[in-house]
Nanobody, 122 residues
Framework: VQLQASGGGLVEAGASLRLSCVGSARTFTPYAMAWFRQAPGKEREFVAAIGLDGGTISYGHFVNGRFKISREYAQNTVYLQMDNLQPEDTAVYYC????????????????WGKGTQVTVSS
């Protein structure tokens, strides 16, 4: 199972980034998809998840309307649009696939992709 995340980078506070995670049809179509993040010295935390129907969505408590998750079946891709980024959003962001309806914890995840670094300067 391969999930390839991209789109991270170094931005200033208030900027936007869009992360992408591409899988194969086998690793994408049957799974709910999610994003988690891990900052240095902290545990990996839930960011957002989207179900198979594309309409069942959940966000981490800190998102506060700044992020939007979406999925495109034709491209086998899940996106995370992140607006108004803040220094506390600095972390490695990981995409994940899950057989759960909506994965919200690391235990819910069946497959992890490699992370992409997001750094937000103040």
């Amino acid at each position: 199972v391969q999930l390839q995340a991209s789109g991270g980078g170094l931005v200033e506070a208030g900027a936007s980034l869009r992360l992408s995670c591409v899988g194969s049809a086998r690793t994408f179509t049957p799974y709910a998809m999610a994003w988690f993040r891990q900052a240095p010295g902290k545990e990996r935390e839930f960011v957002a998840a989207i179900g198979l129907d594309g309409g069942t969505i959940s966000y981490g408590h800190f998102v506060n309307g700044r992020f939007k998750i979406s999925r495109e079946y034709a491209q086998n891709t899940v996106y995370l649009q992140m607006d108004n980024l803040q220094p506390e959003d600095t972390a490695v962001y990981y995409c994940a696939a899950s057989r759960r309806l909506i994965p919200r914890t690391q235990n819910d995840v069946d497959y992890w992709g490699k992370g992409t670094q997001v750094t937000v300067s103040s």
